[in-house]
């Protein structure tokens, strides 16, 4: 369930959730991925593609509400693409 993801750490012995260990890896790769964007764009630019993106995924109903988004994101998580499972 998405509220077992949002707050799973620990298992009841003690040791780390494979989905709280699988979300921290994704957190980094789209951190380190965010600093490399960094340092090849200006803040304008990326400033600029943030919000072409976000409308461009708004207004053609890619993304319906923050439910829908929370959905994608919980399923992204859950079910990774074969690059992003490593």
């Not at 708004?58 to 693409?81: A, F, H, Q, V, Y």
């Amino acid at each position: 369930s998405v509220e077992r993801i949002r707050n799973c750490k620990t298992k009841r012995n003690g040791q780390l959730c494979d989905a709280y260990v699988k979300r921290e890896k994704w957190v980094t790769h789209l951190k380190t991925k965010a600093e490399e964007t960094k340092k090849i764009y200006s803040k304008r630019k990326i400033d600029e593609m943030t919000s072409t993106s976000f409308a461009t995924a708004m207004s053609g109903n890619l993304i319906k509400d923050r439910d829908d988004l929370t959905s994608r994101i919980t399923e992204i998580i859950t079910n990774p693409n074969e690059k992003w499972k490593k």
